[in-house]
């Protein structure tokens, strides 16, 4: 935190506890907020730092949108149980091109895992589009995101999309052939197998 700060002695204390708690808890008492934050300003920062780390305008940006769990131990606000993470988390929107983050957003583990990343990747796209309007953008997420209305989006934008599916019947129909080649090739190989089709 010092070096962030641009503290050159680093045994000099930093700011206590509740300086950081008055970033932490906006629009609480105003005797106790006297530190304010524009979030817009820190979203498109996550993005200018991504473009300012490019010499040149890479020919293609791949988006990769996710969900996650934070685990909570106590009885935190908006605290819920997941049950694919079988525990009380929140469950974060994240945003990255390669190792660069580009959003978090906290969430509670009450929602859809796709829900705000519309808002979240109509932002990005726009802002990077300003800086690169040639780059190829793709978004790729598992099925969590294979959403309609995401879909539709990206391709009104002209943004490539590889989302997972979830399993289905309907699915398993249509890739039944190159299963069964992948299976037979993890018979004789003893080695993961993948088969592609469309």
């Given amino acids: 935190m010092a070096v962030l700060s641009g503290k050159r002695a680093l045994e000099e204390p930093l700011a206590g506890k509740s300086t ?28 200018d730092l991504y473009i300012e780390s490019h010499a040149a305008p890479p020919e293609q940006i791949v988006l990769d949108l ?10 935190q606000p908006e605290r819920f149980f997941h049950g694919y993470y079988d525990s009380y988390c929140y469950l974060p929107l994240y945003i990255f091109s390669g190792d660069q983050l580009l959003c978090a957003r906290l969430r509670p583990a009450n929602v859809d895992a ?9 932002r990005i796209v ?22 309609e209305e995401l ?22 129909k249509i890739v039944g052939k190159q299963m069964h080649e ?17």
């Fill in 114 to 122: 796709a829900k705000g990343a519309l808002d979240e990747v109509k």
């Fill in 151 to 172: 879909m539709a989006w990206c391709e009104e934008h002209e943004v490539d999309f590889l989302f997972g599916l979830a399993r289905n019947s309907r699915l398993q």
């Fill in 126 to 147: 726009t802002q990077l589009r300003k800086s690169w309007p040639q780059s190829k953008i793709v978004l790729r997420a598992d099925s969590g995101f294979c959403r």
């Fill in 182 to 198: 992948a299976k037979a090739e993890h018979e004789r190989t003893e080695k993961a197998a993948r088969v592609f089709t469309e």
């Fill in 20 to 47: 950081l708690n008055r970033l932490e808890l906006p629009g609480g008492a105003k005797r106790y907020h006297k530190i304010d934050y524009a979030s817009e300003k820190i979203d498109a920062l996550l993005c």
């Fill in 66 to 75: 996710d969900a996650t769990d934070i685990p909570l131990h106590g009885h």
